[in-house]
């Protein structure tokens, strides 16, 4: 290959008998080499911009191709030399599965055939999953992280990162600082961050500095590798609304305005960990679906607490789509796990049906049943006050709860389908930290305001 008159980059654009005409006189070996050429066969968005940056933030919506971007972009690392470097993905399952043993993953993109610019010979890493890395022939390593325990990266030193879907990290500021500090090996550390993109602080930070390339793609960019049932579903179902918007086109959208929750101030009072609890309640949200198999709305389960400083922290989101005995049984685990005082529980649905469910499960958990006597937003108000005047923590981070929280409008919820996640929050919330006259008192007051 090396040997042909032409450039590899450009065969595309040779009039088509040209073009034929030089595929058909390639070796077997030349072949091979074309099949695993990326930048052959990449769209411009998928390729690194040229230039002097330090961090290449590929905002994509579902389907782009964003974890082949990555792989192929930290390929292209080690093929230059590099030999330190950072995976960091929500999960530790995540960067397992879809960035190292994914179809787009590295041990797919990488070959037997692989070299370096320098010749030597790099193949196909190999995967130790005890020991979170993938090795390549020549000594260099990728090692695998979780944005779940940010502390690992502190300490390791890496010449390159690839962060994957970092608007879903769970404690984001705190990953990305140990990561940054960490990046400090070679004469040009670099990082690609691929991501659907949501409205959080750190993100549009990343997006503002001047170190930092973007490049925009969305769903509909790839659309010939993507099934055409999904692309119809997706876009008669989703184009022009806000979820299609950030998830199909990855716009960075600002906070609704007038919604009772900003992004900002949840991240303000965000905590890594909680003090000591005075008490914990379960708190279920229930939709009447009878599982997995219909098109219901999710069983919402948010697990929060009162510290003994007076202060709420909403501990976890356990929020399914199950069947009324997986669901129970989902409720009371969390019950369980966090050695809550109740589960408490709105009956609208199906009136008795939850608490059997309940009591079906286990008998001698403590069952507190609340019934909707005012609309969403009016129940959700006095929460939204708690959180204005700072009493309100969330341990770590809850992505999909913030966004239904986010999309509650004084004229009602403005996202798709119902915010069951939030729904379940408010529920616990106002058992916790609200009485009755508490609450009308600070409905009055939001108002009043306003």
Partial sequence: MRNQSFNISSLASLPPLQR?????????KDCLDL??????????????????????????????????????????????????VALVAPTASDARDVMVEGESGLL????AGDRSISGDMLGRPSYEPSKRRVTWANGAVATLFSAEEPERLRGPQHEAMWCDE??????????????????RLGNDPRTIITTTPKPLPLVKEIAKDPTTVITRGSTFDNAGNLAPKFLKTVKEKYEGTRLGRQELNAEILDDLPGALWSRDEIDKKRVRAAPDMQRIVVAVDPSGTKGTGDDGDDIGIVIAGKGVDGRAYVLSDRTCKLSPAGWGRRAVEAYKEFEADKIVA???????????????TDDRVPYKEVTASRGKVARAEPVAAL???????????????????????????????????ADALVWALTELMLGETETVAMILKKRHRT
């Avoid at 034929?20 to 077997?28: C, F, K, M, R």
């Avoid at 797919?108 to 070959?111: A, I, N």
């Fill in 166 to 183: 970092l608007a879903a990290w769970k404690y984001l500021r705190e990953t990305w600082d140990m990561a940054m500090f960490g990046l």
């Fill in 35 to 84: 099949i695993h050429d990326w930048r052959f066969f990449a769209r411009d968005n998928q390729i690194a911009p040229s230039g002097d940056w330090q961090t290449w933030l590929v905002l994509a919506g579902r389907g782009f191709g964003k974890t082949r971007t990555g792989a192929e972009w930290v390929r292209e690392q080690i093929k230059a030399g590099r030999k330190r």
């Fill in 20 to 28: 034929q005409a030089v595929l058909a006189s390639l070796s077997e």
């Fill in 346 to 360: 709105e009956r609208n649905f199906g009136g008795a049906m939850v608490e059997h469910v309940i009591r079906t």
């Fill in 387 to 421: 959180y204005e005047q700072g009493r309100v923590s969330h341990v770590g981070s809850f992505p999909e709860l913030e966004d239904q929280m986010c999309q509650i409008a004084p004229e009602g919820f403005v996202g798709e389908g119902s915010p069951d996640r």
């Fill in 108 to 111: 797919s993109v990488c070959w």
